[in-house]
């Protein structure tokens, strides 16, 4: 992954760097339920043990400075229901090894494709477009602050064939990424969105309710109507429902991808995409060529 140098990133990586390694807890790793001595053994492995997302970290240090990493997240779980279920070590590392976060496991470019509610959704793009993509993401999110300008290039390359929605899904570990997406919502119901996105990205992470306001203001928005929208129960709903269809819809990480409801294993990227934008766009061409002759 690409990491962004902000200031108050690598700041608490730096204090985070510190303790993994007699840490007796890790970010959205449960280990209630577990004995001491297996409360132990599960510390001792993923201390030891490498996570495979090609960081170069153990897993429980990657969990501390990477806590999005649905990787160390996965593997970390599978040891720990391995041994809470009874198993040995060499059995739970075996049971995390063959997961689909394991080394051996090498996941499709293109999964299967999901059912994703996108009725309302923030969208840019033709309605008539080929290529559906559903971004779920985190303003403050540092791999989501990278996405923004890969996927403007996307638009860019591709602007009568691809439309992109938006969904929301802020991360408890980002301490204003809850109320952006709500300020986000608020802005899509006054139609400027897409301008609030921007602002928001623009600000590399360095989001309060003060700045919000602030940015909501320079783009001209009703703000009595703004603020109300901001501590609106419903609003808060929809940012949780959004959660919801991408938690249904497998989503563990920011910023996570869909491609006409298939999820995306690749990078983020133009170059990363288009070959795999234009295998869709032959797709829907020889669909549609089929379809002509029957």
Request: glycine share 6%; with cysteine.
């Amino acid at each position: 992954m690409v990491k962004i140098a902000l200031p108050w990133i690598l700041g608490a990586a730096l204090l985070c760097a510190q303790d993994w390694q007699s840490a007796t807890s890790l970010p959205a790793i449960e280990l209630g339920g577990l004995t001491a001595a297996q409360k132990a053994t599960v510390l001792k492995l993923l201390r030891e043990s490498d996570c495979t997302c090609g960081c170069g970290m153990k897993l429980a240090e990657c969990r501390v400075k990477d806590p999005n990493c649905s990787y160390s997240r996965g593997l970390a779980t599978a040891i720990v229901d391995a041994i809470k279920a009874g198993n040995s070590a060499a059995d739970a590392l075996a049971a995390a090894n063959t997961s689909k976060f394991g080394a051996a496991y090498a996941p499709k470019l293109l999964e299967d494709p999901v059912n994703i509610p996108v009725m309302g959704a923030p969208l840019i793009g033709p309605l008539n477009a080929s290529i559906t993509l559903v971004e779920f993401s985190d303003f403050q999110c540092p791999y989501c602050i990278k996405a923004v300008g890969e996927l403007q290039a996307v638009m860019k390359a591709y602007p009568a064939q691809v439309k992109l929605i938006f969904k929301q899904f802020p991360l408890d570990n980002h301490s204003q990424a809850a109320v952006a997406a709500v300020a986000a919502l608020a802005a899509h119901k006054q139609g400027k969105f897409w301008a609030m996105h921007d602002a928001m990205f623009a600000q590399q992470g360095r989001l309060s309710r003060a700045v919000i306001l602030q940015l909501a203001a320079g783009l001209q928005l009703d703000m009595k109507r703004f603020q109300a929208d901001l501590d609106s129960a419903d609003m808060k709903k929809a940012v949780a429902q959004d959660m919801e269809d991408g938690e249904k819809a497998g989503v563990q990480a920011t910023p996570t991808l869909f491609i006409n409801g298939q999820h995306y294993n690749g990078a983020i990227a133009l170059g990363a995409l288009k070959p795999v934008l234009d295998g869709e766009l032959k797709k829907h061409s020889e669909k549609l060529t089929a379809n002509r002759r029957n």
